[in-house]
């Protein structure tokens, strides 16, 4: 049952979850990705982030992140949130989506560290919601799936379901 990972409680079937995939990229690579989410403070993994150039395995790697990105519900979160939230971004693209660990428990690990990266921050009270909300609807994005076509949403509903784009998106 596909809902088995993305709506656990909605899957009645005994079936298994979806298969891992196996991890790509060198061994350098998923240590360095290692060094730059669970070792460093998240202060000097947005000094990294900010680098015009980045020298040898760092540039493989995708910097891009848009942040607390919940569609409407992005106004609840505070900007302090933001570069916990592009550290979390990091983590799904790069483990997730282009397959240097695209694992459940990798996943389960990112969502632990904006949960640690929030209580941090001061925000004891969003961080274990938004790690729950992370568990039970964040897979879709970790595996780089697109939500519309897992859940078969109409194509005339896709936007309506996607954030309103603000002028700073387009610059």
């Given at each position: 049952?596909?809902?088995r990972?993305f709506?656990?409680?909605?899957?009645r079937?005994?079936s298994?979850g979806?298969?891992?995939?196996e991890?790509r990229?060198?061994?350098?690579?998923?240590?360095r990705l290692?060094?730059?989410?669970?070792?460093?403070?998240?202060?000097?993994?947005m000094?990294?982030r900010a680098?015009e150039?980045?020298?040898?395995?760092?540039a493989?790697f995708?910097w891009d992140?848009?942040?607390c990105?919940?569609?409407?519900l992005a106004?609840?979160?505070?900007?302090?949130l933001?570069d916990?939230c592009?550290?979390?971004d990091f983590?799904?693209?790069?483990?997730?989506v282009?397959g240097f660990?695209?694992r459940d428990a990798t996943?389960?690990r990112?969502?632990?560290l904006?949960?640690a990266?929030a209580?941090?921050m001061?925000?004891?009270?969003?961080?274990?919601?938004?790690?729950?909300?992370l568990e039970?609807f964040?897979?879709?994005?970790?595996?780089?799936?697109?939500?519309a076509e897992?859940?078969d949403?109409?194509d005339f509903?896709?936007?309506?379901l996607?954030?309103?784009?603000?002028s700073?998106?387009?610059?």
């Amino acid at each position: 049952c596909v809902a088995r990972r993305f709506l656990p409680d909605r899957c009645r079937s005994s079936s298994v979850g979806l298969p891992q995939i196996e991890a790509r990229g060198s061994r350098a690579h998923r240590a360095r990705l290692e060094e730059l989410l669970f070792e460093v403070p998240l202060e000097r993994f947005m000094a990294e982030r900010a680098q015009e150039q980045r020298p040898g395995i760092d540039a493989d790697f995708d910097w891009d992140g848009n942040g607390c990105s919940a569609g409407p519900l992005a106004e609840l979160f505070d900007e302090r949130l933001l570069d916990a939230c592009l550290r979390h971004d990091f983590g799904y693209h790069n483990l997730g989506v282009r397959g240097f660990d695209p694992r459940d428990a990798t996943r389960g690990r990112v969502d632990r560290l904006l949960e640690a990266d929030a209580m941090a921050m001061g925000q004891d009270a969003l961080a274990p919601a938004l790690r729950r909300s992370l568990e039970r609807f964040g897979g879709p994005s970790f595996y780089g799936q697109d939500l519309a076509e897992l859940w078969d949403v109409p194509d005339f509903l896709v936007p309506l379901l996607q954030p309103e784009e603000t002028s700073s998106d387009r610059d």
